[in-house]
T-cell receptor
Framework: QKEVEQNSGPLSVPEGAIASLNCTYS??????FFWYRQYSGKSPELIMS????GDKEDGRFTAQLNKASQYVSLLIRDSQPSDSATYLC?????????FGIGTKLQVIP | ETGVTQTPRHLVMGMTNKKSLKCEQH?????MYWYKQSAKKPLELMFV???????ENNSVPSRFSPECPNSSHLFLHLHTLQPEDSALYLC????????????FGPGTRLTVT
């Protein structure tokens, strides 16, 4: 069973802090990794993709991938109340994408 | 219209009704997906279509019947559903089955009474 594991949270951080969201995956054959943001009552929105080991930065977001540890993370710098959402981690491989349960992030003003 | 659209956005149906969910993608993608999202559970992949051919059916009950008339449109026909089928049904598309970056529609919130 290929799995993507996330802590469901909630993760609470004060406004302006760095939010760190983590994810592990079980299938070493996974090639592509994604972070989706899902606001309450809305659908998932793709915010980051990462394919190779290391960091990838896009604005306030940094995705980190460590294939040896089968670990993916998302850092959100200068967290804003508008970042409050559930963040889904996903791993792609063998023509399939597996999603985690999502981590609920609460940014406290 | 841009991206992936879905209609209706909300649907309430009885267990004896027949209804259909519609999805349309305006991204020129070749793969389309139906997912079910229930509270406190990961997204469940239901069906995958690639170039209008169904390539995956994840042990979904026969009361759910997909249809893909062309690469831009996807339907999910519903009949004799159960209350446990109440969920958010999401359509997604990707460039190909191998590209993995999936873009989701807004979803249909289904309630079965």
């Amino acid at each position: 069973q290929k799995e993507v594991e996330q802590n469901s949270g909630p993760l609470s951080v004060p406004e302006g802090a760095i939010a760190s969201l983590n994810c592990t995956y079980s299938d070493r054959g996974s090639q592509s990794f994604f972070w989706y943001r899902q606001y309450s009552g809305k659908s998932p929105e793709l915010i980051m993709s990462i394919y190779s080991n290391g960091d990838k930065e896009d604005g306030r977001f940094t995705a980190q991938l460590n294939k040896a540890s089968q670990y993916v993370s998302l850092l959100i710098r200068d967290s804003q109340p508008s970042d409050s959402a559930t963040y889904l981690c996903a791993a792609g491989g063998y023509q399939k994408v597996t999603f985690g349960i999502g981590t609920k992030l609460q940014v406290i003003p | 219209e841009t991206g992936v659209t879905q209609t209706p956005r909300h649907l309430v149906m009885g267990m004896t009704n027949k209804k259909s969910l519609k999805c349309e993608q305006h991204l020129g993608h070749n793969a389309m997906y139906w997912y079910k999202q229930s509270a406190k559970k990961p997204l469940e992949l239901m069906f995958v279509y690639s170039l209008e051919e169904r390539v995956e059916n994840n042990s979904v009950p026969s009361r759910f019947s997909p249809e893909c008339p062309n690469s831009s449109h996807l339907f999910l026909h519903l009949h004799t559903l159960q209350p446990e089928d109440s969920a958010l049904y999401l359509c997604a598309s990707s460039q190909t089955r191998d590209s993995y970056e999936q873009y989701f529609g807004p979803g249909t919130r289904l309630t079965v009474t």
